[in-house]
Each structure stands twice: as structure tokens, then as C-alpha cells.
């Protein structure tokens, strides 16, 4: 089985400053890893996403996560925060075969402030 | 532009109802899920569907059921809602996960459910 842990339930932050969210992770087998970020009174969506090749992958609002399997983490960074980030952030794994759910962490709510 | 809906944002229920929650996509997904959130809890999985009439239990399924009658729909059921079902409920789809491929779970935007 596949478990997720976020180190850290609350990160306050100001604004411009850098932030780093912490995941680890425990599995067996191979598998994808998945950041998610839900603003407030929405649903979750898809930030950024690792399958295979670079274990750098970026979104489209200037966050970034690194997989790393020998540490089995996959910490997400950002190196200028806005108060638009401010949000929850969910770090979710899934085997890489078999059609499991997807199994989410705890989650770290980003508080930035001005 | 892809979508997953769910029948009410809030519901407010008494203790002994049956509650029923709702949830439709429209992206021809074979996976639907069904999770509830609470603070310093995280989505715990209740239920999830690989396919029309099939389900599978998660995390957390008792005092639940479902139904997914067609390949779109998938519903929450609470045979007796409790105090203790007071959460946040959300609702994904999602494609098969296959080796070497993964397609993201798409979320709907949640039922608040309260139950006095």
C-alpha cells in the first residue's frame, strides 16, 4: 500500500518571499506523483504532475516539484509566493499500474501574507 | 472544457434521512470517486467505480453506499445521515490508470453537507 505524508499542516509566508511544501512518500511499487491545490470553497485541481523522465516538473504559475526516489520525496517550491497562492495543497500518489486510487496526504494550507 | 458537477454546493439534513448526493461528468471517464474532507483529515476515500454497476470500497465506507447506474453518474448514498457525516464531499473521474500512462482525476467543486 501507498501512503503520503505532508510534513507541515500550516506554512504562513509573505508575499515575494520563497516557500517549499514538503511531501514524503512510502510505496513498494513504482508511481506517478501528483500536487494538487484547492482555493477556498472550490474543488481540487491538477498543479503539476511527475510520470517519468525529468524528475523537475513545473507548472504554469511558476511552482515546482523534484522527485526524488532515493529520499522518496517530491517537495513542492515556489521561489516568489503571491497572495493569489494562498490555498491547500494536497500531494497524492498512485501505482503506476492496476488502477488504484489515488492516495492523498494530509495537506498544507499556504497562508501568504502582504 | 472538462467537468464534473455535483447536484448541490450546500445541504443541510436531519439526523435519520437519507441523503442522497450526486455527481455527473461529462468526459466519458470509466473511474468515479467519491471522498470526504475534513480539516486536519485530508480526502479519505468512501467509495470508488471502475465501471457501470461496479463499486469498491475505500478508506472509510461505513454508514455509505452507492449506485452507478450509468457510466456518468455516480451517487453518494447515506442511509441514515449522522452528526458524524458533517464533512465536505467531493467527487472525481478519472481515466484508467495504465502502466506507463496516468490521466489526472478531475474534481467536482463539493457538497457541503451539515446534519443537526
Known amino acids: 500500500a501507498q501512503s503520503v505524508t505532508q510534513l507541515d499542516s500550516q506554512v504562513p509566508v509573505f508575499e515575494e518571499a520563497p516557500v517549499e511544501l514538503r511531501c514524503n512518500y512510502s510505496s513498494s511499487v513504482s508511481v506517478y506523483l501528483f500536487w494538487y491545490v484547492q482555493y477556498p470553497n472550490q474543488g481540487l485541481q491538477l498543479l503539476l504532475k511527475?510520470?517519468?523522465?525529468?524528475?523537475l516538473v513545473e507548472s504554469i504559475n511558476g511552482f515546482e516539484a523534484e522527485f526524488n526516489k532515493s529520499q522518496t520525496s517530491f517537495h513542492l517550491r515556489k521561489p516568489s509566493v503571491h497572495i493569489s497562492d494562498t490555498a491547500e495543497y494536497f500531494c497524492?500518489?498512485?501505482?503506476?499500474?492496476?488502477?488504484?486510487?489515488?492516495?492523498f496526504g494530509k495537506g498544507t494550507r499556504l497562508s501568504v501574507i502582504a | 472544457d472538462v467537468k464534473v458537477t455535483q447536484s448541490s454546493r450546500y445541504l443541510v439534513k436531519r439526523t435519520g434521512e437519507k441523503v442522497f448526493l450526486e455527481c455527473v461528468q461529462d468526459?466519458?471517464?470509466?473511474?468515479m470517486f467519491w471522498y470526504r474532507q475534513d480539516p486536519g483529515l485530508g480526502l479519505r476515500l468512501i467509495y470508488f467505480?471502475?465501471?457501470?454497476?461496479?463499486?469498491e470500497k475505500g478508506d472509510i465506507p461505513e454508514g455509505y453506499s452507492v449506485s452507478r447506474e450509468k457510466k456518468e453518474r455516480f451517487s453518494l448514498i447515506l442511509e441514515s445521515a449522522s452528526t458524524n457525516q458533517t464533512s465536505m464531499y467531493l467527487c472525481a473521474s478519472s481515466r484508467p490508470v495504465l502502466a506507463g500512462v496516468s490521466d489526472t482525476q478531475y474534481f467536482g467543486p463539493g457538497t457541503r453537507l451539515t446534519v443537526l
Open positions: 467505480s471502475y465501471d457501470v454497476k461496479m463499486k
Open positions: 468526459m466519458d471517464h470509466e473511474n
Open positions: 497524492a500518489v498512485i501505482r503506476n499500474s492496476g488502477n488504484t486510487p489515488l492516495v
Open positions: 511527475y510520470l517519468s523522465g525529468s524528475t
